[in-house]
């Protein structure tokens, strides 16, 4: 959501009259074309008001144009004028007190009340603490953080107190928050840090619990977290409106924008009726609704008598009229206010009891009087027996041990049960004292106090209690606190205490240099503070050879260095000085030597002193030695000069220029001789550099051997450079030719068959490759380039040799399916003739079969021992006996 300054409508610095000035004839320009299309119909009479509305809605845009652009460039000139005159003013202002102040800050804030006080009942000592706070706010350093004593300034986070609204820095606050908890904890808690103590506020010391330790800096209202600083609002405010409920509660919210201090009173309008009710009800201010009629009341008192006399109010007081009344016994009457109808006399009641021996002893009072006390059971003095007798006679002792305790709380009675009150203890005990450091044999009845003194701190955890006998509850420090404050000026005037002193509440006024402007600032800060700005201007003398300073403002401290120009003849020419005034220049003075390294170096000194008029640097047009260029040399340089660029004068070899720096040529300083080597071209392909030095006219024919490679990279070639770079291309590839047989392989894996050549061997490959048929009978021979192109096919020979073959596989089939038809023919027929005697057979002949069952399997098993067993063990036998002979 935008900040209500931003929202349209919502502005507080124009009145009623002038937002109606500016909502009310757009909106009539707008309803008249409607009105006369809806009567009419017509278009034409509708076209001549939007062109009027049209010029005025443009007018109106230029005149606010105009008027912002002039106000952003007042805003910019201001600044940039109180930048130039002093660039820390963010940092050191606070509230001034001008000779001539204008007052435009004062007419500001009071146009932003006036709704508070322009109507019935408006009442402004109400906002006179919050106007207050906003007018400090504004003024950068007017307000102090009394935990540091330093500027709050609008870039801080802060946190205000919400009892006496003052502003501290959030770590500040937080810091003293911790240290207050910590001190406190420190000396009353036995299980130090096992209790949550609260905090005081360094100001008004109103106390807040742990969880209400800031920890995150938001705006005066709440509702915005880390608020940015906006040059359009009020510091660390939100610049929405400030909603909190007023106080005292009346069900409104506060509807200034986000400020520091106090609400004001409420400024809502309510219709109440007056205090009695009597009169209709009239609209009022809600923070000063109630209001009186000025008639009479007229309400009954609650002495039911009179009628109240007084003007129209809120609870009627108590009956002021005197009249004479009865006590509650009824013998005395006195003359006493109405107000307090029942009162007792000082006579005893002496009417007879129930029981009609004893009189009441009750002092004066209403209605019946209590029954008898010595009418009911009653008890001997000891309180071991009880009896019921008349209330005549006394009860006797018991004659029993009393036993009743004494006074000392550890001892009973030892008389006989008796009357009266039990004498003193008079039995010897071994006491401890008061503060539990020694034991002595003494009387019960008598305290026991010993002469060593406390030597625990007190509450204020500086001095001693030295109190005899101490049981630990030191009592508070009786001493003043004498400890100096923040303000280094004075000291604590309370009693001592524990933490931190409350700041200095005394102000120090710092005036200017010339007194004319004086700043109000907390005690303390005078020595960190700059004197306030003033308007008047400087009045200190000139300390140069000019006759006035320039003029500026009143300052702290010297006055800055004079910065009009020199203007002293000077030396050797016809030329003033130009440069800036120099009679009074800070320069640093020569250091002591230091006797040894145990000395410390001192910081250097600076002296003023008037430095000399420099040489005269007024350029004269000079050519150079070597006449390159012309430039301006100054005046106490005047003459040929050296340009730093290379001398370009041609050398005895006519091939190179003199690269010395520009130079004055006489028969002395000649240029010089070329000493570098020869850097003509070479014939194209010679690698090699002429061995002459730099020398007029064509270099010699190249003479030296030239090493490469042949073309199949195996042999190494040596050739005279000058034949090699003067052959063709054909006499060339002769050259680089080893003769030999070309190493490489052809793609079909045979070597190459040429001498050796440059570039990639031909691939008609000459050598002679063998080839067969499918059947591996016929063999042939081809050339390798050909062989990929012909083919071997099988002749009629091979033809018959596959079809005898082929028969003899299909007879060698035949004959193992025959055989397998063979045996599972006999299977099933073995099958078919047990199926057929398996329900007749005899007992004797089953066993019979059965006991050749038994021998087959018994056979069976010998077969299986002898095949699979034997060698098994024999191989177990052969490992054992390769491992130990290993072993």
Known sequence: MEPAWRQQGRGRGRSQEAQGERSRPPQKEKEKPELMGGVGGKTKSAAKPERQVGVSVQSKFEEIRKSNQAAAKRLVESCISSSSDDDDDDDEEVEVKVANNDGKRGKILASTFTTYTDQTGGDATGLVRTGQYVSDLFQSGALT??????????????????????LFHLPCIQKWAKDSAFLVSSITDEDFGQKLHPWPCPKCRAEYPPSATPNRYTCYCGKLQDP?????????????VCQ?????TCGHTCLLLCHPGPCPPCPKMVSVSCLCGKAKPLPRRCSNKAWSCQQTCSKLLPCKQHTCTQPCHKECSPCPRVSIQRCLCGREEAERSCSSPQWTCPQVCGSLLSCGNHTCEVLCHDGACPPCPRSVSRACPCGKTKSSLPCTEEVAPCGDTCDRPLSCGKHTCSMRCHRGSCETCRQEVEKECRCGKY?????CHKEYLCDSKCPKTRGCQRHQCRRKCCPGNCPPCDQSCGRSLGCRNHKCPSGCHQGSCYPCPESVEVPCSCGSTVLSVPCGRERSTRPPRCKETCRQPPSCHHPSRETHRCHPGPCPPCKLPCLLP????SHTCPLPCHDQVLVKSQQVQLAGPWEQPSKPAFVQKALPCPPC????????????????VPCHRQ??????????????????????ECHLVTDGNKCDVCDEGCSKPRPPGCPHTCSRPCHPGNCLTCSQMTRRRCHCKISMLYVECTKLTSADQQLKVKLGSCNNQCPKELSCGHRCKQVCHPGVCAEECQQKVKLRCPCKRIKKEFLCALSGQCVVQCDDVCRDQQRKVSKVKEAEQRAAQEEEEKKLQEELEAFEKRQQRG????????????????????SRRRWWSCVVLVPLGGALLSVAAYYLLTS
């Open 228 to 240: 940015p600083a906006d040059p359009w609002l009020a510091p660390h405010s939100c610049g929405s």
């Open 439 to 443: 034991r002595k044999l003494m009387s």
């Open 617 to 632: 640097q007024v350029p004269i047009p000079t050519a150079c030695f070597g006449e390159h260029e012309v430039s301006p």
């Open 244 to 248: 909190k409920e007023l106080k005292p």
């Open 145 to 166: 953080c009394l935990i540091c004593i330093g500027s709050v300034k609008r870039t801080q986070a802060v946190w205000s107190c919400s009892s006496c609204f003052s």
């Open 570 to 573: 000077l030396r050797r020419c």
């Open 839 to 858: 329900g007749r057979r005899s007992k004797r002949r089953g066993r019979r079969e059965e006991g050749e069952d038994e021998a087959g399997g018994s």
């Open 639 to 660: 003459g040929r000069f050296s340009c730093k660029r290379p001398c370009g004068r041609p050398l005895t070899c006519g091939n190179h220029d003199c690269r010395r």
